[in-house]
């Protein structure tokens, strides 16, 4: 077989897109997941993702190094933020690479903001699962991406300690998720803009950092890792959720892609990567992560910092069996939903039995029943599951004090 001349650009982690086959290990997960999912990767597509591994957000990357550049750093930042907050039109004399990066962020065409608002209110229904499958299987099983892991671990993630990064996403999620919170001057559009902020200014620095491996990793938060890490909070949520027991209807699978659809594109990225339904991103998904290297240290490293973070509560020792319980329900969460091989790739205890799923399986279809036969209640319901998600953020924040 003859080798095609661009792989040479292809990153070390990215190889096995050249295997003759994909088809995952045949277990029930992937066969349920075939159902989704067409294994064949066209060349074009498989060009399209080596390229996406060199690729990071134009946008805000061109607005951070030119912010570089200039002798008054902290003053264009200052400028920047401002923007942010009171909107562009409030800077005088106003930089145009700053001016060109907020006409960059104005609404798209494709934009639904009913659309975006209902999957706000849809999530916010789902209460506490949501919390737990993006904790335990959005978030813990994304530590399997050791390509992704490396941004991490040199950003101080392991020192950081598991209990912020968490804290801090579920701040973000919160945000966003709060009703009309990605509109322009809302929490969630803010926040949104900062992380990409954050991203741009962490992609410059890693770029110039001697333990980058380029040829091994590509990119620093490029745009595959990106749309991976963009799929995670939409497709693998909604299937976690549904495993969990919480029943979905077709519109509130359309508005929660379209919420995220529109979120992930403030976040930069691109919408090529991008996808309307279920199914697109699942394809897409499964791409994504041809390009992963295998789980190694960095994934036992973070799987173990954030499943021992329970047992790191500061409570009375009185209360401490509680600690031990959400040890074994996290994991539990995580062993039903991977398995033992993927609790084995995280370096995590596969004795865990997966418990806590079919304890709650029946009350969340229960409650998921009644939500939609009981239209006079919904609000009820929404108000009910954004307390729980408020309560399980500011219990986590309270640790941290």
């Known amino acids: 077989m003859t080798t095609p001349a661009f792989m040479t650009q292809t990153p070390q982690r990215a190889k096995q897109l050249w295997l003759e086959t994909h088809s995952p290990r045949p277990s029930w997960r992937a066969k349920l997941i075939h159902r989704y999912v067409d294994w064949i990767l066209p060349d074009a597509r498989r060009q399209q993702l080596i390229a996406g591994l060199w690729q990071g957000d134009k946008v805000m990357d061109d607005f951070v190094s030119w912010m570089f550049a200039q002798d008054n750093i902290r003053h264009i930042k200052q400028q920047f933020e401002r923007a942010l907050v009171e909107g562009i039109h409030q800077i005088k004399e106003c930089p145009a690479p700053l001016a060109s990066l907020f006409a960059a962020i104005e609404p798209p065409k494709w934009l639904d903001e009913d659309l975006v608002r209902q999957g706000a209110l849809a999530m916010q229904r789902m209460g506490t699962p949501a919390n737990i499958v993006l904790r335990d299987l959005a978030l813990m099983g994304g530590y399997k991406m050791s390509g992704f892991n490396q941004t ?34 809302e929490v969630g559009f803010k926040s949104t803009i900062q992380v990409r902020f954050i991203h741009a200014v962490v992609r410059r620095h890693l770029q110039t950092n001697e333990k980058w491996d380029s040829q091994t990793w590509g990119l620093p938060i490029c745009q ?45 990225v691109d919408e090529q990567w991008l996808v309307n339904t279920e199914k697109e991103g699942a394809l897409l998904l499964f ?31 009185r209360f401490q069996w509680r600690q031990r319980l959400a040890y074994s329900k996290h994991l539990s969460v995580t062993r039903y939903f991977l398995g033992k091989r993927g609790m084995q790739d995280l370096g995590l205890p596969t004795t865990i039995l997966p418990w806590y799923p079919p304890l709650v399986f029946g009350v969340n279809l229960s409650k998921s029943v009644l939500y939609h036969l009981l239209p006079m209640y919904q609000q009820r319901f929404i108000q009910q599951g954004r307390a729980e998600q408020v309560s399980n953020l500011q219990e986590l924040g309270m640790r941290l004090g």
């Open 152 to 185: 991490l671990v040199l950003t101080g993630a392991l020192t950081k300690g598991a209990d912020k990064r968490t804290s801090e996403t579920g701040q973000w999620w919160s945000d966003c998720t709060q009703e009309n919170g990605m509109s322009r001057f």
């Open 287 to 317: 791409q994504c992560l041809l390009t992963q290297a295998p789980p190694d240290w960095t994934t036992h490293e973070l799987a173990g910092a954030l499943a021992k973070e329970p047992l790191q509560r500061g409570i009375p020792s």
């Open 224 to 268: 595959v890792d990106m749309a991976a890490t963009y799929l995670g909070f939409c497709v693998v949520f909604l299937w976690g959720l549904r495993g969990l027991g919480v029943m979905i209807s077709p519109q509130e699978s359309k508005s929660i892609m379209h919420f995220w659809r529109y979120t992930c594109w403030l976040m930069g």
